[in-house]
């Protein structure tokens, strides 16, 4: 099956400052990368997601790179602010049978935004 | 539109009693995950539904973990005999789109064994 490896597991930067966290699966197959936020206590929720036909997409201040031949995709935040901080989780999703998909998380980066 | 409903959200029980959690997808999500989320780890699939029908529960630890999903919309997760390993938060989640798309999650039931 997808295994899903993302580093740092803790990162914490200047309010300003930008934020990469690193992801890298292992199925040629997985064709959908979404990103969540998990704040304290708190669902979580997508903030961003690529499909394996594009190599970038931008949403305000975050960004998403793939780079398929590679296997690895990432995710930056800009400009960081405090609201930013919380526990971000990458994902890959290959088909199953039946054209499902299978989506396989990451361990998380907790990003702690100081101000 | 209402958000996917999980209840309890907090439950203690000791090791070996049995626990039931609940959810309610957002209406029309003909899919449905329940996720264990182990403190400090991301969500690890447990089972998916689509419609009343077990897509994948490879994962699911079927000597004691059991999911149902009767009538196509709610379903329940259940843990019979519970073990102190099982204490976790579990998510569930629903979505409109089987093949690629985001996952909508409830607020997950916090399960702490004794």
């Known amino acids: 099956g997808e295994n899903v490896e993302q580093h740092p597991s803790t990162l914490s930067v200047q309010e300003g400052d930008s934020a990469v966290i690193k992801c890298t699966y292992s199925d040629s197959a997985s064709n959908y990368f979404p990103w969540y936020k998990q704040e304290l206590g708190k669902r979580p929720q997508l903030i961003i997601d690529i499909r394996s036909n594009v190599g970038e997409k931008k949403d305000q201040r975050i960004a998403v790179t793939l780079n398929k031949t590679a296997k690895h995709f990432s995710l930056h935040i800009t400009e960081t602010q405090p609201e930013d901080s919380a526990v971000y989780f990458c994902?890959?999703?290959?088909?199953?049978?039946?054209?499902?998909?299978?989506?396989?998380f990451g361990i998380g980066t907790k990003l702690q935004v100081i101000p | 539109e209402a958000g996917v409903a999980q209840s309890p959200r907090y439950k203690i029980i000791e090791k070996r009693q049995s626990v039931a959690f609940w959810c309610n997808p957002i209406?029309?999500?003909?899919?449905l995950y329940w996720y264990q989320q182990i403190l400090g780890q991301g969500p690890k699939l447990l089972i998916q539904f689509q419609n009343n029908g077990v897509v994948d529960d490879s994962q699911l630890p079927k000597d004691r973990f059991s999911a149902e999903r009767l009538k196509g919309v709610d379903s329940t997760l259940k843990i019979q005999p519970a073990k102190l390993e099982d204490s976790a938060v579990y998510l569930c989640a629903s979505s409109s789109n089987p093949t690629a798309g985001e996952l909508f999650f409830g607020e997950g039931s916090r399960l702490t064994v004794l």
């Open positions: 994902a890959a999703s290959p088909h199953i049978s039946g054209g499902y998909q299978k989506v396989t």
């Open positions: 209406s029309g999500h003909a899919t």
